[in-house]
């Protein structure tokens, strides 16, 4: 456990060392301090992924591979590359899922509740979302026979640091964090931000037609409806959101079945009488 705590603490020093000063050097909005509000709370999500939830991952999948079997596929390293390129195609698809199928975005909308972001801010997010979005970067890797050990590597990596920079044709092949920005352009329940799917590779939003890079940067970020602040409510309000939308369901099939009893035990008799207007 203590390892884990300090590989946490190391993780944390080297992200904030990293990015920091690149978001005080070249803010894609300026302005925004470095303890800005939620700070804490992305900071909770940060201790349970790094504590908890990444290493519930990295098992899944190590586990994962050993039931494929250790002669099942061709280890190589030559299918790494093919493996992450593969990995990130599936993550598009499974993050347009999430934008598209109410179930998966009560999950992955704690993500998109972040009204302020930067390198602290991409670890706002639901074990669910996370284990699930692990399982489509990883899943290609799996299956071709990359070794298990290198699985962590190919961990899901999201820019979202508060930076702008100049990539010129690289744009095209690496992440913008000016893109993801966009992504999270304050959404609601019904209307969904439909851009800037991919992980890695903007070429892939380029594919299927969903890139987008707005000049204004002054887009509000965000959720329009009521959310949690703290960190174990927001965990818990996809369930809760669930729970809600099961009942209301439940009532509705109970409002049916009853109306639908009443009308085949009415009296024969007023029935006639409503259809026809009088009894004769």
């Not at 203590?2 to 993780?11: D, G, R």
């Not at 301090?33 to 908890?52: K, N, S």
């Amino acid at each position: 456990m203590l390892a884990i705590l300090w590989a946490a603490a190391a993780s944390f020093v080297v992200l904030a060392a990293m990015f920091g000063p690149l978001e005080r050097l070249f803010p894609a909005r300026p302005g925004q301090r470095v303890f800005r509000p939620a700070w804490l709370t992305d900071g909770a999500f940060f201790l349970g992924q790094y504590l908890l939830f990444n290493l519930v991952a990295i098992w899944g999948l190590i586990r994962l591979t050993q039931l494929i079997g250790p002669g099942a596929v061709v280890r190589s390293p030559w299918w790494e590359p093919p493996a992450v390129i593969a990995g990130d195609l599936l993550v598009y698809g499974f993050h347009r899922a999430c934008h598209r199928f109410t179930f998966l975005w009560r999950f992955h909308a704690v993500h998109h509740s972040s009204e302020h972001l930067d390198w602290l801010a991409a670890h706002r997010e639901h074990p669910v979302d996370g284990l699930l979005t692990q399982l489509a970067q990883n899943l290609p890797a799996v299956l071709l026979g990359v070794a298990p050990e290198t699985l962590a590597s190919l961990a899901v990596f999201r820019v979202h640091s508060n930076v702008r920079l100049p990539l010129g044709p690289l744009r095209w092949l690496v992440g913008a964090p000016e893109l993801h920005h966009w992504h999270h352009a304050r959404s609601s329940t019904t209307e969904r931000t439909t851009h800037n799917f991919a992980n890695l590779a903007p070429w892939i939003d380029l594919l299927f037609g969903t890139h987008h890079l707005p000049d204004d940067a002054t887009y509000p970020l965000g959720l329009s409806q009521p959310w949690p602040r703290a960190y174990l409510a927001q965990l818990a309000q996809p369930f809760v959101e669930l729970a809600h939308a099961t009942r209301r369901r439940l009532m509705k099939q109970h409002s049916r079945s009853a109306a639908h009893y009443t009308r085949a035990h009415e009296d024969p008799v007023r029935v006639r009488a409503g259809a026809g207007g009088r009894l004769q």
